[in-house]
């Protein structure tokens, strides 16, 4: 494996995390819920709302650029700050000022999207907003394996994997009441992140590292950390791929379902925001359940394996009821489904990976970073990868496009049998 940083003695002696109070776990949540707001807000609505805007004839290949690179960005950052954050001496702690230097940018990048207007500007403040939410969220990720211990993470868990589908609701309401003001409809999501994680940079502890066990980095060693050996972390590897092809299913309705509604289906794009919405209020339920209920049920069983069966399950009935949908209500039902199976699939994915962790006392936010690929990379790969499908029979082809993602779903569900450190 290619390592950047031994652990020193005094990080490879140090116990697993004790258990976390009730409070500790609704200010992290909270951290969790206010920044997906400001991740799914562009990814689901505003960013297609604005790039139509600003050119209406290419707005889809505008879209797949926009995100695609914006996503790459933040596949190279997010393991870099990974590892810095593991090895940061600051009297704030490891994670803190990463969380802290986020913000800015995060604001940034939302105003320059929202001024400008051609699709190169709009690309420029995405950019500069995946920079910023790589120093976010990846310390953010790694709080789970740095202070939850094993026997606490499916619940722990449980509340995070629905709080993208709280945020994806608030965004679509955002857009409701924001879209005609670009500047606000950027800036608001970005405002509710800094204030909800700030509130978690006050009150969380964070363990200041000595200058003794730091890991010596350098640029070769930190160019040589951005990878690692799937034949000696085999569980690890066969986690991260299952999420990949879980959220590369995913990724293809998230990101194309304005258009799906609008050009496939007929809708104005008024109404759409509204009929979102109520997707997404109807899948906040399906989601919190499937999350919480599953998150408990396997720290109970002690089994992780069997909910990713399911999670992967729901979303094929997902995908094939949309893909033959003719109205609203059938993109409706289906999308329950999926959303279903998102929180069931989030709560118990996020608690695997942290119980097959490589170096978790360590090494936790490398990994975590690494990790965060599987779901970033999609959001890359997706809308390159969609307009070829789209294309199949002479353009608009959106049915095959969620066959072809029901079929990912399969490969997602069937990806975790292999994992030997998990049941």
């Known amino acids: 494996m290619s390592d950047t940083a031994h652990p020193s003695p005094a990080i490879a002696a140090a116990g697993p995390p004790p258990r976390v109070g009730g409070g500790f776990i609704a200010v992290y949540v909270l951290a969790y819920l206010g920044l997906y707001v400001a991740v799914m807000t562009p990814l689901l609505v505003s960013l297609a ?179 690692f050996d799937p034949r000696r972390h085999r569980d690890f590897s066969w986690t991260w791929m299952g999420r990949f092809l879980i959220h ?49 049920l396997s720290d109970r069983l002690r089994r992780r394996k069997v909910f990713i069966y399911l999670a992967a399950a729901l979303f094929v009935v997902g995908f094939v009821i949309i893909a033959f949908a003719s109205s609203f209500t059938s993109v409706l039902v289906g999308s329950q489904f999926i959303l279903f199976g998102a929180g069931v699939f989030g709560a118990v994915d996020l608690a695997m990976v942290t119980d097959v962790l490589p170096n978790r006392e360590s090494e936790a936010g490398k990994f975590m970073s690494i990790f965060g690929i599987a779901s970033a990379l999609p959001q890359s790969a997706a809308p390159v990868v969609a307009p070829f499908v789209l294309a199949v029979g002479g353009g608009g082809n959106y049915p095959l496009l969620f066959l072809v993602a029901a079929g990912i779903a399969v490969a997602g569900g069937l990806s975790v049998r292999p994992i030997k450190g998990v049941r």
Request: hydrophobic residues 50%.
């Open 49 to 227: 709302i604005r790039l139509q805007q600003i050119d209406p004839a290419g707005k889809e290949t505008a879209l797949g650029l926009v995100v695609g690179v914006g996503t790459l960005v933040n596949i190279v950052a997010s393991p870099v700050v990974g590892m810095l954050s593991d090895n940061t001496t600051s009297r704030l702690g490891r994670r803190r000022p990463w969380m802290l230097a986020g913000m800015p940018l995060l604001i940034a990048g939302a105003v320059i999207i929202a001024t400008v207007e051609s699709v190169s500007g709009a690309l420029v403040g995405y950019v500069v907003g995946q920079i910023g939410l790589s120093c976010v969220i990846t310390p953010l990720v790694a709080i789970m394996p740095d202070q939850v211990p094993e026997e606490q993470r499916g619940k722990v868990g449980g509340l995070l994997g629905f709080t993208a589908q709280i945020a994806g609701v608030g965004g679509f309401q955002i857009a409701g009441m924001l879209s005609d003001s670009p500047l606000l409809l950027f800036l608001t999501p970005v405002l509710v992140a800094c204030v909800t994680v700030l509130l978690l940079v006050v009150v969380m502890p964070d363990r200041r590292l000595s200058e003794a066990e730091r890991g010596a980095l350098d640029f070769a060693g930190l160019l040589r950390g951005l990878t």
């Open 248 to 296: 590369f299913s995913l990724m293809f309705l998230s990101t194309y379902q304005l258009y799906f509604l609008t050009d496939h289906l007929g809708y104005e794009l008024g109404e759409v925001t509204g009929l979102l919405a109520i997707t997404g209020g109807i899948g906040l339920v399906m989601t919190s359940v499937g999350a919480i209920a599953s998150g408990y």
